[in-house]
């Protein structure tokens, strides 16, 4: 799961329980935890449909935001050789005057499974028009290098640095790095997100946890996890401030080891939102 942006669309009628009430019409079926001193790979993530409330955890002075609130729906279906996954999240802002401001965007990737390539397109929108539009593929080497060619908002290309990661890779990097004892991965990240190529990130984890009951997702329960926190930097900006500058966007997770996340804190430097899983069901798909 990618969350890089503030991406947003309207997701009616799917979080009709209340906070912390899951619905499963079709959970996700349990599966084995993976012996820790064997890596994981691209066939231990599970293809899934997961809902999430979002609500304001915290704003911070002297910013503007009184209140934020919304859903996000994020899915990844197995498509054999590769992950197409979709991001759609609403988040309506209110200020300290009352005003509301609703954004939306529209996520969508295709990567595939040896993370040598990615198509993306992402469309965000602000009270309804459509405000930003991002599309193209990228394709790297084996090295990380490679390059990005966009289609939108303009015809061009960026060139990638060495040890780029594609986003469902990172994942799987930093999982990996959690159950061998590491606390620190420090990577070039591109997601199509951003029009200006890869992103530098740190992630910070804590130390891997044991299988543990977890109360409404009982195919949770069986697997490993770990707390990550991602900061994501622009490269332009860390190499003229010599790498010490302050990200432009964070997030925390709890991240099961099936690639699943429940838990996150959305941080936007003003604001802080907080997101919760309250559903979460199997997608079919595969070989």
Same mark, same amino acid.
Request: proline content about 6%; aromatic content about 6%.
């Given at each position: ?11 009616? /009628? $799917?979080?009709? +329980? ?17 012996? #820790?001193?064997? +890596?994981?790979?691209?066939?231990? $993530? ?17 910013? *503007? ?18 992950? +197409? ?5 609403? @988040? &309506? #802002? ?21 993370? %040598? %390539? ?12 459509? &405000?930003? %539009? ?6 790297? &080497?084996?090295? /990380? =290098? ?17 040890? =780029? @990661?594609?986003? *469902?890779?990172?994942?799987?990097? =930093? #999982? *990996? ?9 420090? +990577?070039?990240? !591109? ?10 990130? &740190? ?13 409404? !997702?009982?195919? $949770?329960?069986? #697997?490993?996890?770990? %707390? ?13 401030? /010599? ?14 080891? *099936? ?29």
């Amino acid at each position: 799961m990618r969350l890089s942006h503030l991406s947003v669309l309207v997701v009616a /009628g $799917l979080l009709a +329980a209340p906070a912390g009430q899951a619905q499963a019409p079709a959970p996700v079926a349990p599966v084995a935890s993976v012996p #820790l001193g064997q +890596a994981l790979e691209a066939r231990h $993530l599970a293809a899934h449909r997961a809902a999430y409330r979002l609500s304001l955890s915290r704003a911070r002075d002297p910013g *503007n935001i009184a209140n934020a609130q919304g859903a996000m729906l994020y899915e990844v279906v197995d498509a054999c050789d590769g992950w +197409a996954s979709r991001q759609r999240f609403s @988040l &309506t #802002l209110t200020d300290r005057d009352g005003t509301e401001i609703e954004t939306a965007s529209d996520y969508s990737t295709f990567e595939t499974k040896d993370g %040598r %390539r990615l198509r993306f397109t992402l469309t965000q929108m602000t009270q309804g028009a459509v &405000t930003s %539009r991002i599309a193209g593929e990228a394709e790297l &080497t084996a090295d /990380g =290098t490679g390059v990005v060619r966009y289609s939108e908002p303009e015809t061009k290309e960026e060139r990638l640095p060495p040890g =780029t @990661l594609l986003p *469902n890779i990172h994942t799987i990097v =930093t #999982l *990996n790095a959690a159950r061998g004892g590491q606390r620190l991965v420090v +990577a070039p990240l !591109f997601d199509g997100t951003s029009p200006d190529g890869a992103q530098d990130t &740190t992630t910070v984890l804590s130390a891997w946890d044991a299988p543990r009951e977890v109360a409404g !997702f009982p195919s $949770l329960s069986p #697997l490993g996890s770990v %707390r990550m926190r991602i900061a994501f930097f622009d490269r332009d900006a860390q190499q003229q401030g /010599g790498g010490a500058t302050t990200p432009s966007y964070e997030v925390s997770l709890r991240y099961w080891e *099936n690639g699943v996340a429940d838990q996150m804190l959305m941080d936007f430097r003003e604001f802080v939102v907080e997101g919760q899983m309250v559903k979460l069901e199997d997608v079919p798909g595969g070989c």
